[in-house]
């Protein structure tokens, strides 16, 4: 069992910074793959970055991609999502999520999940 809990959201003006950060428990998060989903009202979840066990690989949605950089610390198990120049259309609760296998972009692939954490941005 893997138990996440994010933190680090809140409201911010467009243009601004926030960084997220996912605490996860358990001895095995050293070699999870680990991702970063977002949902805004009316919508569905939709993937915004994921880093693999050794933190080598990573992947964006092209929406992110520049102004997102998503990173790990496995001795302290979290992983993080440092979020730059925020636009109004990034509003949205993030969760974070984690799989024991290989790196993918598909949120029913990701077996545990957090219990999300708003990001609100004012233009």
């Known amino acids: 069992q893997v138990q996440l809990v994010e933190s680090g959201g809140g409201l911010v003006q467009a243009g601004g910074s926030l960084r997220l950060s996912c605490a996860a428990s358990?001895?095995?998060?050293?070699?999870?793959?680990m991702g970063w989903f977002r949902q805004a009202p009316g919508k569905e979840r939709e993937f915004v970055a994921a880093?693999?066990?050794?933190?080598?690989?990573?992947r964006y949605a092209e929406s992110v991609k520049g102004r997102f950089t998503i990173s790990r610390d496995n001795a302290k198990n979290t992983v993080y999502l440092q979020m730059n120049s925020l636009k109004p259309e990034d509003t949205a609760v993030y969760y974070c999520?984690?799989?024991?296998?290989?790196?993918?972009?598909?949120?029913?692939?990701?077996?545990?999940w957090g219990q999300g954490t708003q990001v609100t941005v004012s233009s």
């Open positions: 999520a984690a799989r024991g296998l290989n790196l993918v972009v598909v949120a029913n692939l990701y077996d545990y």
């Open positions: 880093i693999n066990w050794s933190g080598g690989s990573t």
């Open positions: 358990g001895r095995t998060f050293s070699r999870y793959t």
